[in-house]
C-alpha cells in the first residue's frame, strides 16, 4: 500500500490525501511523525483491506499536468487596515470575504492552541482573521480534505486554500472536479519542520520567561519589505526582530529545515492545479513602482475560468494592474524553482533532534559564509590585476 510506494522521503509532501480517502469502516492509515518532525503515512496491515484508494490519490505518484495560460496582476486590498495585517497586499481576505459572502466556507492555515500550525475552515466574516498572515512551517490537514468534500456535497461553495502540494492533495482526493470550489494556493518557497518550530517557540519563551501569546511572522512597522517576526508573550514582554536577523527565519530562508520534497518539487510550475495563486509582488518597484508604497503588494495569477469569474466579482474591492507574467517569475524564482539543497540541512536537523541549543545551531550552520568557489573566483581576478600567480 501506500507506505510501501513511497521509496524516499522526498516522494512524499504529507499532504494526507491517502490518510483522508482511506474508508471510515478501515481506517487503517495513520501519519506518522518521523525524527525531523514531518508526516508520512503508516499502513495497519492488520487492518488494511488492500483497495488500493490510497494509492490512487496520491498526488506524487498520479502526478497530473495542467494545460493553462495565466494571467498576472499586481493587487492592493483597498482595506488599509487588512492589508496591513496580511503578508501582501491582503488578497486572500477579499476573496475570502466574498466566499461568505455567497453563503461559503473558507478553508486555511491557523495557529493551534501551542502556536502549531493546522488547517481549519471558518463560516463567517470575524472568523477570517485567524488565516490571516503567513505561518512559515507546514500546515497539518487533518481531515480537512474530507469536511472540505462533505461541505461541497452540500452544495455550498468551498474556499481552499494552501501550498501546491496541499492544493493537488485536496484534487486528487477529490477525484473529480466541483463547480462551487474555489482552490487557491500560495506560490511557497518550501515548508519548515513543525518539530524545528515546536523547538524554536520553546527557544523563544525560554528567553522571555513566559509562555506566548501571540505570534506575527510578517509585521510591516518598518515596511513589508522589511518585516519583522514578532512573539508577544502572556508576561506582556515582545521579542521582535528583523526576519533577516530572526534565528527561525535565518534557518527557514537558508533551506536548513524544508521537507525533503520541497529541494525537489513537483509542483512547481506556471501550470498549478490551483484556480489562483497569491504571492509576495517582489520586484514591484522594477514593474509597477507607481503601486510600491511598501505596505505590501499581492501577486495575483489566474489560472482557470474559476479563478476569472471570481477575480471579476472581487475588482471593485481592490486596486490591480495586470503585468507580463515572465517579468513577476523573474523576481520571485520559488514560483517555479525548488528550494536548493542546503549542505549543512541534516547536521541542522540532527542538531535539533539532539537539542543543541538554537542559537548555536544557527550560527554554525546558516551564515552566509562565501563559498569556496566565489571565493576561488576571487582570488583568480585579484591576481589577474595584480598580473601574478597567486595572493
Ligand atoms: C510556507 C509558505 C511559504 C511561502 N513562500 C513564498 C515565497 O517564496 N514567495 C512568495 O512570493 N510568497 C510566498 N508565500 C506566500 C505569501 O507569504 C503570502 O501568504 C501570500 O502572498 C498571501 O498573502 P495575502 O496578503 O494575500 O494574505 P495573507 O492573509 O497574508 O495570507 C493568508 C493565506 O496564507 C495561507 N497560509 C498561511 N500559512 C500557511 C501554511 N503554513 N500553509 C498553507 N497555507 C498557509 C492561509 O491559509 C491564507 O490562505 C509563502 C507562504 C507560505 C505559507
Redesign the pocket.
Known amino acids: 500500500m501506500i507506505d510501501t510506494k513511497i521509496k524516499e522521503k522526498k516522494g512524499c509532501t504529507g499532504c494526507y490525501a491517502c490518510a483522508n480517502i482511506c474508508p471510515d469502516s478501515v481506517n487503517c492509515i495513520s501519519m506518522v511523525e518521523d525524527e525531523e518532525g514531518f508526516w508520512y503515512p503508516k499502513v495497519d496491515y492488520n487492518r488494511c483491506i488492500e483497495c488500493g484508494l490510497c494509492i490512487d490519490v496520491c498526488p506524487v505518484l498520479n502526478y497530473r499536468v495542467v494545460e493553462n495560460a495565466l494571467t498576472a496582476y499586481a493587487c492592493i486590498?483597498k482595506d488599509e487596515q487588512v492589508?496591513l495585517?496580511?503578508?501582501?497586499?491582503?488578497?486572500?481576505?477579499?476573496?475570502?470575504e466574498q466566499v461568505i459572502e455567497d453563503g461559503g466556507v473558507?478553508?486555511?492555515?491557523?495557529f493551534g492552541e501551542k502556536f502549531d500550525?493546522v488547517?481549519s475552515y471558518a463560516e463567517t466574516r470575524e472568523e477570517i482573521g485567524k488565516?490571516?498572515?503567513?505561518?512559515?512551517?507546514?500546515?497539518k490537514i487533518g481531515d480537512a480534505y474530507r469536511q472540505a468534500k462533505s461541505i461541497l456535497e452540500s452544495g455550498r461553495k468551498v474556499l481552499f486554500?494552501?501550498?501546491p502540494c496541499?492544493i493537488a492533495g485536496l484534487k486528487s482526493f477529490l477525484r473529480k472536479s466541483c463547480d462551487n470550489l474555489l482552490c487557491?494556493?500560495?506560490?511557497?518557497?518550501?515548508?519548515?519542520s513543525p518539530k524545528v518550530w515546536k523547538r524554536y517557540i520553546e527557544y523563544r519563551e525560554e528567553k522571555a520567561k513566559s509562555l506566548t501569546q501571540r505570534i506575527s511572522f510578517?509585521l510591516k512597522d518598518e515596511g513589508w519589505k522589511r518585516y519583522s517576526v514578532s512573539f508577544l508573550f502572556k508576561n506582556d514582554t515582545e521579542y521582535r526582530q528583523n526576519f533577516n536577523n530572526d534565528l527561525y527565519m535565518r534557518a527557514f530562508l537558508r533551506n536548513a529545515c524544508l521537507r525533503p520534497s520541497c529541494y525537489e518539487c513537483k509542483f512547481k510550475s506556471l501550470h498549478p492545479q490551483s484556480d489562483m495563486t497569491?504571492?509576495?509582488?517582489?520586484g514591484i518597484q522594477n514593474i509597477a513602482s507607481e503601486m510600491d508604497d511598501d505596505k505590501?503588494i499581492?501577486?495575483l495569477f489566474i489560472n482557470s475560468e474559476v479563478g476569472k469569474e471570481m477575480f471579476n466579482k472581487i475588482r471593485n474591492e481592490i486596486i490591480y494592474k495586470e503585468v507580463d507574467i515572465n517579468e513577476a517569475v523573474k523576481y520571485?524564482s520559488?514560483?517555479i524553482k525548488s528550494a536548493q539543497y542546503n549542505p549543512n540541512r541534516d547536521n541542522f536537523m540532527k542538531g535539533i533532534n539532539d537539542n543543541i541549543p538554537f542559537d548555536i545551531l544557527v550560527r554554525k550552520y546558516c551564515t552566509d559564509k562565501i563559498s569556496i568557489g566565489i571565493k576561488r573566483k576571487i582570488k583568480t581576478a585579484i591576481c589577474k590585476v595584480l598580473k601574478i600567480e597567486k595572493v
Request: hydrophobic share 40%.
Open positions: 486590498n492589508r495585517e496580511s503578508s501582501s497586499g491582503g488578497l486572500f481576505s477579499v476573496l475570502s473558507v478553508f486555511g492555515a491557523v500550525v488547517h488565516f490571516r498572515g503567513s505561518k512559515y512551517v507546514q500546515s486554500t494552501g501550498t496541499q487557491v494556493d500560495v506560490i511557497c518557497h518550501g515548508v519548515p510578517r497569491l504571492a509576495d509582488f517582489w505590501g499581492s501577486l520571485n520559488a514560483a
